[in-house]
């Protein structure tokens, strides 16, 4: 008791920390977010938080949820991959999540701008796809990792 009202326990205030790696998808094709969707949600220790479509959706999501990791394609239903992008090192360039681009244009330029906004990987739809679920498992591998914090 504290100051004459009854003490309230700690645990009441304190969220439980998700041990998961937090997952937001930003794709425009309803058929390849399914398919991607299906392969994260099969991910030990990764929980998809939601699949948005445009860069106005992204950044609202990124903004309310804090993902860790971001799987972002280039061309979206409006907007774009590069406008989240621009919008993320204006707005929050120490606290972004880890992005990994996924887009059917790898060409070098995209690839080029990408890196300057520091993304952790650019990866091509139709050569690169099968390497995403093993990235996941890695980003949640070094989160849970006490060693690398």
């Not at 998700?18 to 220790?45: C, F, G, Q, T, W």
């Not at 959706?57 to 280039?74: F, G, K, N, Q, T």
């Amino acid at each position: 008791m504290l100051n004459g009202s009854p003490s309230i326990p700690l645990e009441r205030f304190v969220m439980p920390a998700n041990p998961n790696l937090r997952v937001l998808l930003v794709e425009d094709s309803s058929i390849l977010a399914a398919r991607l969707s299906e392969l994260i949600r099969r991910l030990p220790d990764v929980d998809l938080i939601d699949v948005v479509q445009t860069e106005a959706e992204a950044l609202a999501r990124i903004s309310a949820a804090l993902p860790d990791v971001l799987i972002l394609d280039l061309h979206l239903r409006t907007g774009s991959g590069f406008g989240v992008l621009r919008s993320l090192a204006r707005e929050r360039p120490t606290l972004r999540p880890k992005i990994v681009i996924l887009t059917n244009f790898g060409l070098p330029e995209y690839r080029r701008e990408a890196e300057t906004y520091g993304v952790e990987a650019f990866l091509d739809k139709s050569r690169d796809y099968f390497r995403l679920p093993a990235l996941l498992r890695d980003f949640a591998k070094e989160r849970s990792d006490p060693e690398t914090h």
